[in-house]
Each structure stands twice: as structure tokens, then as C-alpha cells.
């Protein structure tokens, strides 16, 4: 998923496998939704030191009674209404010395401040952020869900069951908390300001967001012609929060899910004693798993840990169940491992075992020798594609498509940006495929992990210790600079950016064109020399994340596609 995207056969499968006691699927459950935890708890709680209580105790609660859940489709609107009752539970139970949540307690994070940061916000999109902290907590506790509506990650059911009201009722709210947020933008924008009275005003504020101040500095911006001036036009919230990625746990945050050697659900007894039997012979199994960013280790704790100090390794690996992300890389979850059963990296026919057309799936390779010449690229028939997005179609957000038709040659070629945004990686989708399409090669003179600087032996093309590294799912193919695909009929490319940044660039191409970069090798400027894929044959690997469908999300599309 890992993404964080909607539940999809991949997650009904995790959580199948969960709920009959896999230790690993368990691990990669809680793993991969605890971001979308951890970001509506800590937006409804503003970073109080209260978040990772909460937070323990949801997931605890969550996979304390997985086995009552019946319909994995509903275990994200599940899992929010927990996050929910435990945040309003919180508030409940509160004392009256512990009211004042505008300052967070000890060394609890301003989640507003964090999201600013680790999101790199800048203009109205920090606004927007900032402005969370002038809300009363009923309102940001709405917002946390709402925000996460409109990136993408919520559906608007999703929130209106988790508040436990109707659809109409939360559209209702919803507006409400809009109008709040936007006179909250207002005096954001106004601080930040020079206006001389406001200065003279706010010499008694303490600092401290709060609803008296927020009445006082909203009725000084509607009669003040300074502070009511806005240099810029106003884009509603809504359209700035986009696609935005979730804010990523911390390092260091740790959820125990075992207590005093039972498992929360032995020790609430909210659930059957079966699958308390079975989550705590999981929990108390001896080895360590590593899942999107956080490690499962003996005893049930979950800690989530830093990028890498090393690039990501770059020898093979088996795409198999087993296989994980490197020992402390933060990733998003991804669909389920390929389980090709033709895994060879060799683009020669006489090492593949010819199948038929669909059966045959990328599958992690190891890169050749930078001097390794390639397989002939077989030509195949070529009466020209058209694209939606025209020669020279670029995606860079997510949801940005384009839709390729014809009989022809496509470049898809990669920009990551670790700069901008490290971590997971939401792997684009091709969907609604219509005919065939196959995977022909890879070139551009290097692949995205190698090296890049002659001074930092850490940069590769998918990060270094300085900007953090972008960790693709498990079992996902590595990328190259540019990847060659054949098309015959018409298929949808979608970018499913929601974690680490990246675009794509695509172009309707040709076979020559294809022949001339991966040929050109290191004596000709380039990095490496290209690796033919091609068989000439339909055993030619089929991009992973293909499908035939056209789902509502397209990061739903399966990794291990079969067309």
C-alpha cells in the first residue's frame, strides 16, 4: 500500500493472514496503518504528550480484537473509529490541570510545527497548517479527519462513521470547521504581517493559540485595512491539501504490543481466547521482521526507526514473502511481493522459460556489469502511439494520468526528489489496460540506485544521508532513468505520490530510439549500459502494477499483476 491507500485485495489478504495468526502479516498490518494513526491523532491532539498513548492504545485495541473484525473492506473505517472513541475517550478523562492544550506538555512535538517541517510546506499550504492550532479541540479533532479526506487517505463515509454521525450531518460540520480554519488562516497570515496596531495588540498575548485570542485577532483583521489586504488570492484549503503525504512517525516511536506477557486482548478480554492464542504465539515468536520503516522485535514491540546510514543495498533479492525493505529504511506499505514463477533477471530467451502472455512479472533483479553489453532488442510492429498528455507528457503530482493508445514504443522516464521528500514509495499503476503491454527495457545510462557523486559515496539516484533515502515496496523491481515499454492497444499511467516525491515523464517513442540508449555504454558518457528485457516472445515481462480494471484508487492496482 503503503501507501496508505484503500483497502484493496492486497490488505484483505494481510489482514486474512492476520487474523489466522501470521506473526509477519501482523507485523506488516500494524506497520502499515500506524502512520495514519499516528497523523490523525497527532492533528486532533496537536502533538500533546498524549499521542503515543493514544496511539499505543488504538493499535492495541485494533489488533487486540482483529479476529471480531468480519470484513477485512471495512478495516480502515474500523480502524478510525477506534482512533476516534480513544481520542474522545482522552478528553474525557483529563484532568482540569491538564486543559490548556495549546502548549504541548514535556517534550511532545507542535504536530503543526512537525507537519510544516517534515513535509517541507511552504506559502498557504504552511498556512494551512499553522492555522490548525487556533481551532477548538473539537474542531481540530474533526479536521484531523478532514484533511485526511481530501488527500486522499479518507473516504467521506470513512469520517462520518468514525465521528458517528450521518453523511449529511458530517457535511454539515465539515463546512463549519472550513469556515473556522479559513478565519484561522486569516490570522496566521496577519501575524506574520507589520501591521503596527496588531504589533501593539498582541504585546499581551502570551503566544499561546487560544479562543479568546483568536475572537480578539479575528475582529481586529475584519476592521483592520492592513490586515485585511491579502497581497495574494486565497486558495481554498481543500485544493492545497491535494495529495498531500502523511507526516512520517517519528524515529524512535515505540508501541509494546504485549503487556505483563498477554497480549491486550487476553488482558481486556475483548477478544475469544482462540485468537488471543494466536496473536500472542505470534508476538512471542524469536525472529525480527522489518515493515515500512518499523521493527517488530521479539516480545511485540514495534519501534520505527531511521533512514539508512548506507544506500540501499543493490545485490538480489527474492521476491517472496520473506523479503523486506533495508534495516532501517522508512517506506510506505506496498502490495503483496511478486511470486513470479519465472523470477530470472536474464533478458536472454534461451535462460527464460517461455508462458504464455500475463503470467510473467517483473521481479527484483540485481544490476548487471556497467560494461555487461545487452541482448538484441527484438523490434516489434510499430504503427505509432498517442497520448493523452501529447510528445511530451509530464506527472508530477499525485493523480496526474495520462492515457496511451496505439501500436508502438513508450519511454517512461524517473525523477525522484529525496530532496523534496524522502521515504516510501507509492509505485505509479498502469490501469484499464486494453491488449497487451509489455516491459522492453531499461537504459538511460544507469539505474536509479547507483551511485551519483564522486564526494558522497552515500548519493545514489534514490537518495543519501543527507536528504534521506526513497525506499521502494518490497519485491518492487528497481527502477532505471528511463524504462521502455511496448504497447499495443491502450492503457492508463497514473502517479500514486503520496510518500516519497517523484514525476515521470512520458513519451510515445521508437525502436530506434530505444536501441540507441541502451547501447550507449560507459565509453560513451554513460553510467552503464542498458538491460533488454524483450524476449520477442509473450514471456516478455508485464510491468508490475498492471491491471485490466479501473479502480477507484489506482494505487489499489496489485503488485503482483496478472493480465
Not at 504536530?111 to 511552504?122: I, M, N, P, S, W
Not at 556497467?370 to 501529447?390: I, K
Request: with cysteine.
Amino acid at each position: 500500500m503503503k501507501t496508505y491507500a484503500e483497502a484493496g485485495r492486497h490488505w484483505r489478504a494481510t489482514i486474512a493472514d492476520a487474523q489466522a495468526g501470521d506473526r509477519r502479516a501482523l507485523d506488516e498490518l500494524v506497520a502499515g496503518w500506524l502512520p495514519l494513526v499516528y497523523n490523525i491523532v497527532g492533528r486532533a491532539l496537536n502533538g500533546h504528550a498524549d499521542v503515543d498513548d493514544v496511539v499505543q492504545e488504538t493499535m492495541l485495541r485494533a489488533v487486540g480484537n482483529l479476529g471480531s473484525l468480519r470484513d477485512p473492506d471495512n478495516f480502515r473505517s474500523w480502524l478510525v473509529a477506534i482512533a476516534m472513541r480513544q481520542i474522545r475517550d482522552r478528553a474525557r478523562r483529563r484532568t482540569p490541570q491538564r486543559l490548556d492544550e495549546s502548549v504541548p506538555s514535556g517534550e511532545a512535538a507542535d504536530f503543526a510545527e512537525l507537519t510544516v517541517l517534515r513535509l517541507q510546506l511552504e506559502g498557504q499550504r504552511r498556512e494551512v497548517a499553522e492555522a490548525a492550532r487556533w481551532l477548538d479541540d473539537e474542531d481540530r479533532h474533526l479536521l484531523s479527519l478532514w484533511w485526511l479526506e481530501v488527500a486522499g487517505e479518507l473516504t467521506r463515509r470513512e469520517l462520518a462513521a468514525a465521528v458517528g454521525i450521518s453523511r449529511q450531518h458530517a457535511a454539515v460540520r465539515v463546512q463549519r470547521v472550513k469556515e473556522r480554519l479559513e478565519v484561522s488562516r486569516g490570522i496566521v497570515r496577519a501575524l506574520d504581517g507589520a501591521c503596527p496596531e496588531l504589533r501593539e495588540l498582541t504585546t499581551r498575548w502570551n503566544g499561546r493559540p487560544d479562543s479568546v485570542w483568536r475572537k480578539r485577532l479575528a475582529r481586529h483583521i475584519r476592521g483592520c485595512g492592513y490586515c485585511g489586504d491579502t497581497p495574494e488570492s486565497v486558495v481554498p484549503a481543500e485544493r492545497l491539501l491535494v495529495g498531500i503525504a502523511l507526516v512520517p512517525v517519528p524515529a524512535g516511536f515505540t508501541i509494546s504490543l504485549v503487556l505483563g506477557g498477554k497480549t491486550a486482548a487476553a488482558a481486556t478480554g475483548t477478544a475469544s481466547v482462540g485468537w488471543s492464542a494466536k496473536v500472542l504465539t505470534a508476538l512471542t515468536k524469536p525472529a525480527v521482521a522489518v515493515t515500512a520503516g518499523a521493527t517488530l522485535a521479539a516480545g511485540g514491540a514495534y519501534v520505527v526507526v531511521q533512514t539508512p546510514d548506507e544506500p540501499p543495498a543493490r545485490a538480489a533479492v527474492v521476491p517472496t514473502a520473506a523479503a523486506s525493505t533495508p534495516a532501517g529504511a522508512p517506506s510506505t506499505p506496498g502490495p503483496a511481493p511478486s511470486r513470479s514463477a519465472s523470477p530470472s533477471p536474464s533478458p536472454t530467451a534461451s535462460e527464460r522459460k517461455p508462458d504464455r502472455y500475463g503470467s510473467v512479472v517483473d521481479a527484483v533483479d540485481s544490476a548487471p556489469d556497467p560494461r555487461t553489453t545487452p541482448a538484441a532488442l527484438p523490434q516489434r510492429p510499430a504503427s505509432g502511439v498517442t497520448s493523452s498528455g501529447g510528445a511530451h507528457a509530464t506527472l508530477n503530482h499525485r493523480g496526474d494520468a495520462v492515457t496511451l493508445s496505439g501500436q508502438g514504443y513508450v519511454l517512461v522516464r524517473w525523477q525522484i526528489s529525496p530532496q523534496y521528500r524522502s521515504g516510501g514509495l507509492v509505485m505509479p499503476s498502469w490501469t484499464g489496460l486494453r491488449g497487451k503491454l509489455f516491459h522492453v527495457a531499461s537504459g538511460g545510462g544507469r539505474r536509479m540506485d547507483d551511485p551519483v557523486s564522486a564526494t558522497d559515496t552515500t548519493a545514489t539516484g534514490m537518495g543519501s544521508t543527507a536528504t534521506g533515502f526513497v525506499v521502494l515496496p518490497s519485491g518492487t523491481q528497481q527502477m532505471w532513468q528511463n524504462e521502455y515499454f511496448y504497447l499495443t492497444g491502450s492503457v492508463t499511467l497514473t502517479v500514486n505520490e503520496r510518500g516519497a516525491d517523484y514525476g515521470l515523464n512520458v513519451f510515445p517513442t521508437t525502436w530506434d530510439a530505444v536501441e540507441k540508449d541502451v547501447t550507449s555504454g560507459p565509453g560513451q558518457g554513460a553510467g552503464r549500459y542498458g538491460l533488454v528485457r524483450d524476449t520477442g516472445e509473450d514471456d516478455t515481462p508485464v510491468p508490475q502494477y498492471v491491471t485490466r480494471g479501473t479502480p477507484a484508487d489506482p494505487a489499489t492496482a496489485p503488485q503482483a499483476s496478472r493480465v
